[in-house]
């Protein structure tokens, strides 16, 4: 298995401007987990899904953020409109969901400057 | 609010010697505890787990405590080598949910 996959692996843009982040988990994995992390605030958590729906967005942000997950193979996390402050990486990660050692499995990243 | 604290930002040790890294929590009664070893341009990779009714966990060179009473996991690299150098991050969770929360990291050098 390739693993988690996130694209693009650099983003940078303009204040304002939306941005797109994808991410594949590993086939077969039920929960899938976005991440930021910078190195004020260390690795949180944005918002997660079980079997494709989101369970606990608490870590938003602001309604700037949004994360959907059409199917069990793919997730976008949306910032719009973006800003400064948003820079960062951007982590995805999937689990088996509730196995019994429950590790995250993360991709590479996103990172992400907002001009 | 849950508050996760490891030791320092940052810990050198000299190649050989055992490294150990500590991770308290507050404010949460975690069933489980997870470490997680981050190299620099990439995500973090699962090492070990350890129970809230274990006392120790090994693997390999690496060794974990986790004392509930205390609110606290060591965890230890024994006959550290370079390639050891990382960020080290403790991740706490509970029985059915799947989230975890993280620490902030500590970040080992390794000194040949």
Known sequence: DAGVIQSPRHEVTEMGQEVTLRCKPISGHNSLFWYRQTMMRGLELLIYFNNNVPI??????????????PNASFST??????????????????????????????????????? | SQKIE?????LNIQEGKTATLTCNYTNYSP????????????????????RENEKEKRKERL?????????????HITASQPADSATYLCALGQ??????????????????
């Open chain 1, 56 to 69: 606990d967005d608490s870590g938003m942000p602001e309604d700037r953020f949004s994360a959907k997950m």
């Open chain 1, 77 to 115: 996390l949306k910032i719009q409109p973006s800003e400064p402050r948003d820079s960062a990486v951007y982590f995805c990660a999937s689990s088996h969901g509730g196995g019994d050692r429950n590790e995250q499995f993360f991709g590479p990243g996103t990172r992400l400057t907002v001009l």
């Open chain 2, 6 to 10: 490891q030791n320092s930002e940052a």
């Open chain 2, 31 to 50: 069933a489980y505890l997870q470490w997680y070893r981050q190299d620099p341009g990439r995500g973090p990779v699962f090492l070990l787990l350890i």
């Open chain 2, 63 to 75: 060794k974990v405590t986790f004392d509930t009473t205390l609110k606290q996991s060591l965890f």
């Open chain 2, 95 to 112: 029985t059915g949910a799947n989230n975890l929360f993280f620490g902030t990291g500590t970040r080992l050098t390794v000194i040949p």
